[in-house]
């Protein structure tokens, strides 16, 4: 736990706009840091609702980070998805770059979490893979 710990107040340091809080939001504030940073993006101001950065071109985009689970659940609206995989050394890749409403055509809503949910073999299946 130490080293956890320890290495959230260092990414503290070399990222402070990103809170880096609590063990269950270390992974979607180091996919949001990652992909802002990769692809060019600008962080959403705090309280921006549905949408965690924003293209160049001002559309909006919903990040989401995913280390080993089956599935991916989301609330809002947004123009843009991105889910990137992350691996336990920090690597990643792309999972899907693409139009937020395609996305959300094919989940399922769960009531009992409030949000949708898409299974990650779904999600590469959406045609168009790739930025739009």
Same mark, same amino acid.
């Given at each position: 736990m130490?080293?956890?710990f320890? %290495?959230?107040?260092?990414?503290? #340091?070399?990222a402070s *706009? $990103?809170?880096?809080a609590?063990?269950g939001? +270390? +992974?979607?504030d &180091? =996919? #949001?840091?990652?992909?802002?940073e990769a &692809? =060019?993006l #600008?962080?959403?101001p705090? =309280?921006?609702?549905g949408? /965690?950065?924003?293209?160049? /071109?001002g ?5 989401? %980070?995913?280390?080993?689970?089956s599935?991916?659940g989301?609330?809002g609206e947004? /123009? ?6 992350? *691996?336990t *050394?920090?690597?990643?890749? #792309?999972?899907y $770059? =693409?139009? $937020? ?6 989940s399922?809503?769960s009531?009992?979490d ?5 299974a990650?073999?779904?999600?590469k299946?959406? *045609?168009?893979p790739g930025?739009?």
């Open positions: 130490a080293t956890l320890s %290495a959230q107040n260092a990414l503290r #340091e070399l *706009d $990103f809170r880096w609590g063990l939001n +270390l +992974l979607g &180091y =996919g #949001e840091f990652v992909a802002i &692809y =060019g #600008e962080k959403a705090a =309280g921006a609702n949408y /965690d950065a924003t293209m160049p /071109d559309r909006t985009v919903q990040i989401k %980070a995913n280390h080993a689970a599935q991916i989301f609330r947004a /123009d843009l998805l991105l889910v990137l995989k992350v *691996d *050394d920090g690597s990643w890749e #792309e999972i $770059f =693409g139009s $937020f409403a395609a996305v959300k055509t094919v399922r809503y009531a009992r409030n949000k949708h949910m898409v990650i073999t779904k999600l299946t959406i *045609d168009p930025l739009p």
